[in-house]
C-alpha cells in the first residue's frame, strides 16, 4: 500500500492518555455516598441523566457534575443533604486536578512523529478542561495545530482540513472511538486508525460488522507507527 | 487619520447581543430562592465562588451554576432541601436556550460589514454555551472564521491572528470588555474599538485613565461604522 500521508491527527482522551477510567473511578466514588440513600440502583439512572442534558450542557466534567448532583437528588427522593452535594463538587474539582497518565509509548513517539509529519490534536468536549489537560499532558509542542470541537461530525473534519488546507487523502485521524474518531473521518475520504481502549463511554458505542470496515485497526500507538512505516 | 483596515473581529457577548443581563436576571431569582434560608446575605459570597471557581470550572453557564449550588448549601449552613438544588440546575437550563436578543443595529450592520471586510468572530467562554448562541444568533454566516478561547490573552490574540496570516496594523478588535477584547489587542499593536455595555462583569472591571487611552471609544455599533468609514 502506498499513502502520501503528510498530517497525522490523534484524539486525546483515551488515545493519548486514560480518561474515561477517571469518571468510572468518580461514578463509583459517588454510588458510594448515594448508597444509604436507595441500595438497589444501578448507574443507569445517571446515564440517563448525562443523555438527557447532553442537549443542555455538553461533554465535559462540569456537565457530568450537574448530571451526578440531579441524580443524586432524584434517587434520595430530596433527602441527600447539602453537605453531600458539596462533596459532588468536591469529586469535580478533584477531576479536573487528577494525574493524567499518558498511554504506553506516547511520551516517546508522539515527539519523535512531530518530526516527520505535521501533527494536530483533533479533541471533543469542554474547552477548558481539554485545554486544562494538553498543558497538563507535556506534549503541546508537538503539535502544529491544536482543534477542540464540540461535536466530531464529518463537517467539524471538512471545516478543519479546509482550515489548514489539508487533502483528505493525505491526512489520518488515529481515535478510540469509531462514532467520533473513525466513521465521519471516513466519510468525508480521508485515513484513520482505530486503537481501541479498555473503557467505551456507553454514548460513543458503534457496532460494524468486520467485513465493512474500511479503516485500519491497531493495538497501540507503537503498532501505529509500524502500520505508517510501511504506507 | 488612515488605516488599512481589512479585518474586523467582534466580540460576542454584550458586544453582538445581550448576555450579562441574562446572569443578573437568574442571579436574582436566585437570591429569592435563598431568602428563606438567610435574610441578610449579599452577592459577593456568590461572586468569591464564582472567582475561586474560576481555576477549575472556568467561565460560563455550567461553572456559574456549580458556584451558585455551593453557595447555596453555604449560605443555607446546608439546610436547603434537594427540591430547591434541583431549581438551580433548572434555572441553568432555562439560561442555555434562554433568547439572546442581538443589540441595536448588529442585525443590519454585521451583513453589511461582511461584503466589504472580512469579519471575525472571537469571544471567550464555554465552548458549548457559546457554540449555541452563535448558532441562535442567525448571524454565523457573516463570519469567515469564529474562534473561542478560554481566555483572551495578548498570547490567544496573536495566535489567531498567525493561523491566518494578518497583520494586526490591519486588524481592528471591537468589544466591550477592555480587559479581554481592548488592552490584549494594543499590546500586540492591532487597532482596539471598546463600545461599553451597561453592565459589566466585576471580573472583567479595569480603570484607566482618559490620557492613557490608545483605542477609540464608540457608543454603539452604528457609532463604530460611521468611525470606520473614516478611517
Known amino acids: 500500500m502506498i499513502m502520501n ?5 490523534f484524539d486525546a482522551d483515551d488515545t493519548l492518555w486514560a480518561n474515561e477510567d477517571l469518571f468510572v473511578a468518580t461514578q463509583q466514588q459517588y454510588m458510594q455516598l448515594l448508597a444509604p440513600f436507595r441500595a438497589d440502583w444501578d448507574a443507569e439512572e445517571l446515564h440517563a441523566a448525562e443523555r438527557r442534558n447532553l442537549a443542555y450542557f455538553g461533554y465535559g466534567i462540569k456537565g457530568f457534575t450537574l448530571s451526578m448532583i440531579e441524580t443524586a437528588i432524584e434517587v434520595s427522593n430530596g433527602a441527600i443533604p447539602g453537605r453531600d452535594i458539596a ?10 486536578h487528577a ?5 504506553p509509548g506516547v511520551a516517546e513517539l508522539i515527539p519523535q512523529l512531530s518530526t516527520k509529519y505535521s501533527l494536530m490534536l483533533i479533541t471533543k468536549g469542554d474547552l477548558f478542561d481539554q485545554e486544562a489537560k494538553i498543558a497538563r499532558s507535556g506534549l503541546s509542542d508537538s503539535f502544529r495545530h491544536i482543534e477542540i470541537v464540540s461535536e466530531k461530525s464529518p463537517h467539524a473534519y471538512q471545516r478543519i482540513l479546509q482550515r489548514y488546507d489539508i487533502n483528505p487523502q493525505s491526512f489520518v485521524m488515529v481515535g478510540n472511538s469509531l462514532r467520533s474518531d473513525i466513521l465521519p473521518v471516513v466519510a468525508i475520504g480521508g485515513h484513520a486508525v482505530h ?8 454514548h460513543e458505542h458503534v457496532d460494524i460488522p468486520a467485513n465493512e470496515r474500511t479503516w485500519q485497526e491497531c493495538d497501540s500507538i507503537a503498532d501505529f507507527t509500524h502500520w505508517l512505516a510501511q504506507c
Chains 1, 2 share one sequence.
Open 5 to 9: 500521508i503528510t498530517t497525522i491527527a
Open 87 to 96: 462533596k459532588i463538587i468536591d469529586m469535580a474539582r478533584a477531576m479536573v
Open 99 to 103: 494525574p493524567l497518565p499518558l498511554l
Open 195 to 202: 486503537i481501541p481502549y479498555h473503557l467505551t463511554w456507553a
